[in-house]
C-alpha cells in the first residue's frame, strides 16, 4: 500500500478542469497506475484506490491517494501541476511513501487526528408500501450520527470531549439536542453539493449525478487495529469513485 500527496496548480486551466468534475479527477487518478486496465474492478473486501481532496486554501489544493500500488502522476504534473520545477528529481511533484509500514504500527488504545470526506446517506420511505429511497444527510447532527454508526465496525471510537470542555449539560447525546456534537472530538463541515454529468465511453451525454459530500475533522482512538486498517485500505461509505471514503491519521497536536 501506498500513500500519496500530490499540489494542485489552481492557476492552471487543467487543474481547474479535474476540479470541476470529481468523475474527470477519478479517471486522472485511475490513470495513474500503468498496470490497472479501465475495466478492473477492486476486490470486494481488498484494498482499493480511494482519493480525497483538501482545500486548505484558496490556492492550496492537495490531492491524497491510497492504493495498493505505486503511482506514477506524471500526468497530472503536465496538467494541473509545476512541470518545470518537477524535472528536479528531489522534486518530481508528488510524495509517495510506503503505508504499509504505519499500518502495521497501529495498536488499540492509540489516538489520531483523523479527517475523512464522506458521503453520508441512508434509506427512507414515507409509506410503508413504497420503495426506499436514498437519501443524503443534511444537518451536521446527522451526519455526525451517521459516522459514529460506523465506529464500532470500522475499529475506532471517537474520543468525547472531557465534562469540564463540553457547552452542554452532562449526558446529552446526539440525538438529544440539535448541537449535541459538543460531546465529541468531531466537526462536520465543508458541505458540498455536487451535481455532474457521469458519461461513459461513446455516450455523448450520460446520467447526471447529484451528491452530497462533507469532511468530518476529530480525533478518534483505535479499538481493533485489524478493522482499523481495513477502513484505512477499504474507505467508510459510498461515492469513493467521487472523491469520498478515505480517512486519513496524523499525529496529534496541542493536547497538553
Not at 478492473?40 to 486554501?57: E, F, H, I, M, T
Not at 492504493?67 to 501541476?81: C, F, I, M, R
Request: net charge positive.
Amino acid at each position: 500500500m501506498f500513500l500519496t500527496r500530490f499540489r494542485m496548480n489552481t492557476a492552471r486551466p487543467g487543474a481547474r478542469r479535474l476540479l470541476s468534475s470529481p468523475q474527470v479527477l477519478h479517471a486522472a487518478v485511475m490513470a495513474s497506475f500503468p498496470g490497472l486496465l479501465p475495466t478492473d474492478a477492486p476486490a470486494p473486501d481488498g484494498p482499493r484506490v480511494l482519493w480525497r481532496l483538501d482545500q486548505n486554501a484558496r490556492a492550496e489544493v492537495l490531492l491524497y491517494v491510497v492504493s495498493p500500488d505505486k503511482p506514477d502522476l506524471t500526468h497530472l504534473v503536465e496538467q494541473a501541476g509545476w512541470p518545470a520545477a518537477a524535472t528536479d528529481a528531489q522534486t518530481p511533484g508528488w510524495q509517495t511513501r510506503p503505508y504499509a509500514p504505519f499500518l502495521d504500527r497501529l495498536a488499540a488504545g492509540q489516538q489520531w487526528a483523523f479527517r475523512l470526506t464522506a458521503n453520508p446517506v441512508h434509506d427512507i420511505r414515507r409509506k410503508a408500501d413504497e420503495p426506499r429511497k436514498r437519501t443524503a444527510h443534511l444537518t451536521p447532527v446527522h451526519q455526525m450520527a451517521w459516522l459514529l454508526e460506523r465506529q464500532e465496525r470500522g475499529g475506532f471510537q471517537v474520543v468525547e470531549k472531557p465534562h469540564s470542555k463540553r457547552l452542554l449539560p452532562d449526558g446529552t447525546t446526539l440525538k438529544d439536542h440539535e448541537h449535541s456534537g459538543d460531546r465529541y472530538e468531531l466537526t462536520a463541515g465543508d458541505r458540498r453539493d455536487l451535481s455532474f454529468a457521469k458519461s461513459r465511453r461513446g455516450e455523448r451525454r450520460g446520467s447526471r449525478v447529484t451528491l452530497v459530500t462533507v469532511t468530518f475533522d476529530g480525533r478518534l482512538e483505535v479499538t481493533d487495529p485489524a478493522a482499523m486498517r481495513r477502513v484505512l485500505t477499504q474507505g467508510i461509505g459510498r461515492a469513493k469513485a467521487y472523491g469520498c471514503g478515505l480517512l486519513t491519521l496524523a499525529p496529534l497536536t496541542g493536547t497538553g
